[in-house]
């Protein structure tokens, strides 16, 4: 069965220091999702693509994060530099987009940890 | 933006049912439905299109009511496999594919 992967798994950082999280989705999935999960709540939209294209970064912390999908296949997301309050589980997720809504699949996550 | 979820957590004995309620202030055109367990990924369970039937699968299933923008999710004989956190994810009818989860319900199933 087709699953979206992503590396690290974990991820230990000092702050101020720089940090790119990789995430390779479903095959044919043209929409592609990051979220960062704090413990104990819901996954927060960080920034949405589709195709190669951002169709939503409204809530990414744009001096410090950055995202991009250059061909359209696999993402990078990367933290530069990294704060005590960006620890945290970072999922990415695909889903098929075709005008319809579909289910998101998501990868294990990178667990981060700033200290 | 971000739905509520009711109840914050819930602990049931085997065979006992449970219902976890979503909703949201804007216009929905879909409900999505997930579970996590504790240090894994979000696992779909269903999506509830605007103008859909009642989904189901085994003894779990879901309702949404349009007019009042809520969904109910139906656990029933619950069973030990039950037990993560369960997340509503909305759709509003002015952004396609972008899901916004709520804060989760804990179900904690006991013997």
Not at chain 1, 18 to 26: E, G, H, R, T
Not at chain 1, 84 to 104: I, K, R
Not at chain 2, 34 to 50: C, D, N, S, T, W
């Amino acid at each position: 069965e087709a699953e979206v992967a992503q590396s690290p798994r974990y991820k230990i950082t000092e702050k101020s220091q720089a940090v790119a999280f990789w995430c390779d989705p479903i095959s044919g999935h043209a929409t592609l999702y990051w979220y960062r999960q704090i413990l104990g709540q819901g996954p927060e939209l960080l920034v949405q693509f589709q195709d190669e294209s951002v169709v939503d970064d409204s809530q990414l912390p744009k001096d410090r994060f950055s995202a991009e999908r250059l061909k359209g296949v696999d993402s990078t997301l990367k933290i530069q530099p990294a704060e005590l309050g960006d620890s945290a589980m970072y999922l990415c997720a695909s889903s098929f987009s075709g005008g319809e809504s579909y289910e998101q699949y998501f990868g294990p996550g990178t667990r981060l940890t700033v200290t | 933006q971000q739905p509520v979820q009711s109840p914050q957590a819930v602990i049931l004995r085997e065979g006992e049912d449970a219902v976890i309620n979503c909703s949201s202030s804007k216009a929905l055109y879909s409900v999505h439905w997930y579970r996590q367990k504790h240090g894994e990924a979000p696992v779909f369970l269903m999506i509830l299109l605007k103008g859909g039937e009642q989904k189901g699968h085994d003894k779990i299933s879901a309702s949404f009511n349009e007019k009042k923008q809520q969904s109910s999710l139906y656990l029933t004989a619950s069973q030990l496999s039950y037990s993560g956190t369960y997340f509503c994810g909305t759709e509003m009818e002015t952004s396609y594919d972008k899901v916004i989860f709520g804060p989760g319900t804990s179900l904690s199933v006991i013997p």
